[in-house]
T-cell receptor, first 110, second 117 residues
Framework: EDQVTQSPEALRLQEGESSSLNCSYT??????LFWYRQDPGKGPEFLFT???AGEEKEKERLKATLTKKESFLHITAPKPEDSATYLC???????????FGTGTQLKVEL | DAGVIQSPRHEVTEMGQEVTLRCKPI?????LFWYRQTMMRGLELLIY????????DSGMPEDRFSAKMPNASFSTLKIQPSEPRDSAVYFC???????????????FGPGTRLTVL
């Protein structure tokens, strides 16, 4: 059974204080790993897809990396508008089903 | 494009009543997914369709839940009879078929917050 564990559950940062969110996974043949952002009262919004170990993708202050067992979402010099819940999901080889982690709730304060 | 549209946005009902949630996917998308989100269990896939055909319903919790997709632009998730433990936010998502060399991302709707009293 595919499993995704995200840590920490919650994270509070000061504006400009860089940090990383972790996503550990077990999956039968990773087809892809997704990162989504979810704001309160809204549906998840797509950020990145990673396919193989060593791959990295960046978007503004966010950078996602992937190893064979985990993925990191690095947030550089965060701003209050980066406050959200960040979700990680894996898709197994040969399938289309996503298994989501329970997310990391990030709050960035002035 | 208006994105994935869900209705109603909020639903409050009493235990035992029938509940129908509706979804309009993004035009041209081949896949449609129904998820349920709770604090305890996070986001869970219930069922997904490809070209209007149900592919995997292994996440549907029990026979009280059913989903249909009569055409490419409409899907319903029905709960009959509803129970308090069904209270959650239900999301619909859609995506294109697999792009060459990769996976297509899923686009989520705003969700329906269901409360069963």
């Amino acid at each position: 059974e595919d499993q995704v564990t995200q840590s920490p559950e919650a994270l509070r940062l000061q504006e400009g204080e860089s940090s990383s969110l972790n996503c550990s996974y077990t999956v039968s043949g990773l087809r892809g790993l997704f990162w989504y952002r979810q704001d309160p009262g809204k549906g998840p919004e797509f950020l990145f897809t990673l396919y193989s170990a060593g791959e990295e993708k960046e978007k503004e202050r966010l950078k996602a990396t992937l190893t064979k067992k985990e993925s990191f979402l690095h947030i550089t010099a965060p701003k209050p508008e980066d406050s959200a819940t960040y979700l990680c999901a894996v898709c197994p080889g040969g399938g289309n089903k996503l298994t989501f982690g329970t997310g990391t709730q990030l709050k960035v304060e002035l | 494009d208006a994105g994935v549209i869900q209705s109603p946005r909020h639903e409050v009902t009493e235990m035992g009543q029938e509940v129908t949630l509706r979804c309009k996917p993004i035009s041209g998308h081949d896949y449609l997914f129904w998820y349920r989100q709770t604090m305890m269990r996070g986001l869970e896939l219930l069922i997904y369709f490809n070209n209007n055909v149900p592919i995997d319903d292994s996440g549907m919790p029990e026979d009280r839940f059913s989903a249909k997709m009569p055409n490419a632009s409409f899907s319903t998730l029905k709960i009959q009879p509803s129970e308090p433990r069904d209270s959650a936010v239900y999301f619909c998502a859609s995506s294109l078929a697999r792009r060459r060399g990769g996976l297509s991302e899923q686009f989520f709707g705003p969700g329906t917050r269901l409360t069963v009293l």
